[in-house]
């Protein structure tokens, strides 16, 4: 074993990034913009301030300052729990026997247990400075709704989340902990909103959905006194958040001199992989050597690798605005993956047309079953419990450390591994008793989902 | 908010101690030694080796050698998740107004969540250097049987933990960890020893308890071939172990200059506190300036605060060497307070013979609920959620700030927190619902339990 590199390589405070940076200011090509769902129009911070904090639509519009700067509070409280180590994945490397250098960098350790965190700080500042009582969002595996219940405990923001209810039956813990938190869980629908009451009514049996989750959050919030929404994912000023990620990553292997020659994320909403290769990304943006990036999402949910890029509603209820983006259609009903994070019928718009440029090179599908296989063997030999949206990384990283074994090449791999499993050992059981199974959408499976995407006349057909 | 000292104080990996210190060595008093059930002499290795590993029964029984190397393979695993941060409390001790500082030592960043695997990787490592095929144990909460589970994965070995069946019901999850480690995990009292299915028979709806499945884990070891028995706490050899988390943090509070006023650590079984405080009472014994120590126990069962200083069985069953300790009987039935960790009838002899001998200086037992509002004013504004085992220690270093705040005394102050609170959710719901009651012994239940400490003839009447 190598003992030139330490195992975990971590940057001091004062070198916790003092911006985020903005991958848009560097982008060949910015995205299409948003459109106002009745208009049809390019939504303008004026169309977003009654459903999101002000300075949050700014930074979601804001396509040309390549760095915003971190509030000296969010940095504070980064401070509790970053940087974050880049582990060098030692233990990994000799159970695989390969060449490649393998790290990851380490999200999963502060109390949330995921990276969602990083964001979930700032929009609660932002929400805070703007003299809001609360803000209302949605969580299907819960990792945003802890997030954000932490951070929105911390400011003493009031909190209500929209949990999709048969993810808050069959995860009480994930509940307990945001109500230890100050937060107010509903289960999803719920007869708190106009949407949730017609659904009830019309199906009172539903379990909840994703989407039918944002729509109530944002209801909510438009309905109620000094709430605004928030969201955990797909949003530009998510990946901006994100970006602390990739940033601190990047310096840390800068300390022991490498430069990775791949980068892996998984990909659910994309704010993951979004914030892990940005400052990567923009090497590759100014023509210098880059990695090979990797997106990571379920076979079951395979929006980059099959679906099609359009406009399309960010939810179910078709309330949000419409967002150009690879989309398995708002209808897309995911089957009931254990990776929760990973069940969205979209992607991240600055994933979407980086993918399209082909300047995201490469998305992968990967099947449950072989996900877990590698979580398992992670977990046993680098002795950390990884979430099953992390573990989606993890088999890539494996498979293309496994090809460096069979080529000899020295390949230098970094993924992203956003979240602790502690909340997920439904999965994990149903895994070790081989109950588990894998699911692959049928081609009308997918046609069922492409119905529901809009037609816009004179935008698309 | 002081900006001079980081919030998190990190050792390098070359800083990770490459010697447990054996605080017997400096012992003015060693304590009385264990005796031999039947024989009631001594005990000496051979006594032991039926049972436990030779190297660990040679360091149990080691009262001379200061420092015990740590094997090269302990030590890379430690790299794992070693050296733990010291982290400056700063967020709390804003939220209290105090003028203390309040330092944590954190050992809850491991998979295993908890500081027990510090003490499982090594027994695990000379169990396999010894060519055994696998070890027994017993858990109760489950911090120590997860903790052994990732040392055997990790190593090879087979792991059999017997696990108290009413906790293996209401904490499925912690099961899945150890299964997910490769370990098999038997509820008991079980139909797989002979001390099991006598109990069945005599009560067919146990739902079993600590010393009952010390009593299995004990049979179940000396009756396999290549088998031993190991265990998480009260044993010299874990608290040895366990002094790494001492010497780290005091290495890190060097590097900031400080020296604590006061080291608090929850005490039930004592590995945690004997470890910590063992490199600062190393200079208590050398008649330097030392800090204040406190052990805090639950006052559900408080072995230090109300317990006898006699020898006593380590186990319910009678089948264990007789170890001379604060007990409360090892008849004694703890109330099902939700400190699992925290419910044992004994104390570490060492810690025993430090506390009557004074130089462990206090011991305060606290209720449970107290504990709670501890352990929820520090996860909100510390963003950690600590285990109820180490809420105990939480409580008592918040009481010491706020005593400061009256005195306006700037003390230093150390406590070890030993893990999260992730499988505990339990615990926090009754807490947030208002249904987690207290519970405080009557003098006739502490009588019941010392009525079956062991008369020995010349020894104690």
Chains 1, 2 share one sequence.
């Not at 039918?212 to 000023?237: F, W």
């Not at 019928?345 to 990967?366: F, K, N, Q, T, W």
């Not at 979240?419 to 999965?427: E, I, N, R, S």
Request: glycine share 10%; hydrophobic share 35%; net charge negative.
């Amino acid at each position: 074993m190598s003992k030139e590199m330490p195992y975990k390589i971590y940057l001091s405070e004062d070198e916790i990034p003092k911006y985020w940076y903005n991958v848009r200011a560097d982008m060949k090509t910015d995205h299409s913009p948003m459109l106002h769902p009745g208009t049809l129009k390019p939504m303008t911070v004026d169309d977003m301030t009654p459903i999101f904090c002000t300075e949050l639509a700014r930074q979601e519009l804001n396509a040309t300052d390549r760095f915003i700067p971190i509030p000296e509070e969010v940095r504070n409280f980064y401070k509790m729990y970053r940087p974050s180590p880049v582990v060098r994945a030692y233990f990994l490397e000799k159970a695989l026997g390969t060449p490649a250098k393998i790290f990851y960098k380490y999200e999963g350790g502060n109390t949330s247990g995921s990276h969602k965190l990083n964001s979930a700080i700032a929009q609660a500042y932002y929400a805070k400075e703007q003299g809001l009582k609360g803000v209302t969002t949605e969580t299907g595996a819960g990792q945003w709704g802890t997030a954000l219940s932490m951070a929105c405990g911390y400011f003493g923001l009031d909190c209500k989340v929209f949990m999709v209810k048969c993810s808050a039956e069959q995860k009480p813990y994930r509940k307990a902990v945001m109500e230890t938190y100050g937060a107010t869980v509903v289960p999803s629908p719920s007869d708190t909103t106009e949407v949730g009451r017609k659904i009830l009514a019309e199906f009172p049996g539903s379990t909840g959905s994703l989407g039918t989750a944002i729509s109530e959050a944002v209801e909510k919030a438009v309905s109620s006194d000094g709430y605004r929404y928030v969201l955990g994912s797909v949003l530009n000023q998510v990946i901006l958040h994100q970006t602390i990620i990739g940033q601190e990553a990047k310096a840390a292997l800068e300390k022991v001199d490498i430069y990775p020659d791949i980068v892996i994320g998984c990909a659910g909403g994309g704010s993951n992989l979004g914030g892990l290769m940005a400052p990567f990304m923009a090497d590759k943006l100014a023509g210098k050597k880059a990695p090979h990036f990797i997106a990571v999402e379920p076979a079951s949910c395979p929006s980059l690798t099959r679906g099609r890029f359009a406009y399309d509603f960010c939810d179910t209820g078709k309330v949000t605005p419409l967002a150009k983006m690879y989309t398995l259609g708002s209808g897309f009903i995911p089957s009931p993956s254990h990776a929760g994070g990973l069940r969205y019928h979209g992607m991240s718009p600055i994933l979407s047309e980086l993918y399209h440029d082909g300047c995201l090179d490469e998305a992968r599908a990967v099947e449950q079953t072989q996900v877990f296989e590698a979580a398992e063997l992670f977990a046993r030999v680098e002795g950390l419990l990884p979430a099953p949206e992390s573990s989606h990384a993890i088999r890539v990283a494996i498979d293309e450390a496994l090809k460096c074994k069979e080529t000899g090449e020295e390949k230098s791999i970094l993924f992203g591994l956003t979240g602790t499993g502690y909340f997920d050992l439904a999965a994990y059981t149903a895994y070790n008793n081989g109950t588990m199974t894998d699911y692959i959408p049928s081609d009308e499976d997918l046609e069922r989902g492409f119905a529901c995407i809009p037609k816009l006349p004179g935008i698309q057909d």
